[in-house]
């Protein structure tokens, strides 16, 4: 599990002075893109070898709301790969309240220029193998 921190903008509250439910989907995405280089994978590399990574599906079950200014820790983890779908857990953690204030899942595909599903296994090795490593290591975890 890798950690991602950040504090909610006041831009990205609503009139109700809480943060936009849309935001979290982009607290996620810049979770996943620190989680790909603290592995060892940036996105740079993953576009390099001509793949891209497509959202395939996505879920957030908000739990508490934060505000302007809070400090945020989302936590990434794996919870399924296969070589060419990645299942990641998202816990979005209010850091100065110690709620939960929100849990997610996205997932993604890995595809070639021409949109066809690709072997990550056989076209980035070391990716295959952070992601496998990730994965045994939330599993030894039980992260939910």
């Known amino acids: 599990m890798i950690s991602y921190e950040r504090r909610v903008n006041y831009y990205e509250t609503d009139k109700m002075g809480i943060t936009h439910h ?16 603290k592995i060892g994978c940036p996105m ?4 390099s070898k001509g793949l891209t990574s497509p959202v395939v599906s996505l879920s957030c079950e908000y739990k508490h709301p934060t505000t302007y200014s809070d400090s945020l820790a989302i936590l990434v983890t794996v919870k399924k790969y296969t070589g060419a779908r990645l299942c990641l857990g998202y816990k979005i953690i ?3 309240t110690g709620e939960l204030a929100a849990r997610a899942e996205s997932t993604h595909c890995f595809i070639d220029s021409g949109k066809k599903p690709v072997s990550v296994k056989r076209l980035i090795p070391e990716l295959d193998t952070a992601l496998r490593r990730e994965l045994e290591e939330a599993a030894k975890q039980g992260s939910d």
């Open 44 to 47: 740079t590399l993953i576009e």
């Open 22 to 37: 849309s935001n979290y989907i982009r607290f996620m995405e810049e979770a996943r893109m620190d989680y790909l280089q």
């Open 94 to 96: 209010n850091r100065d």
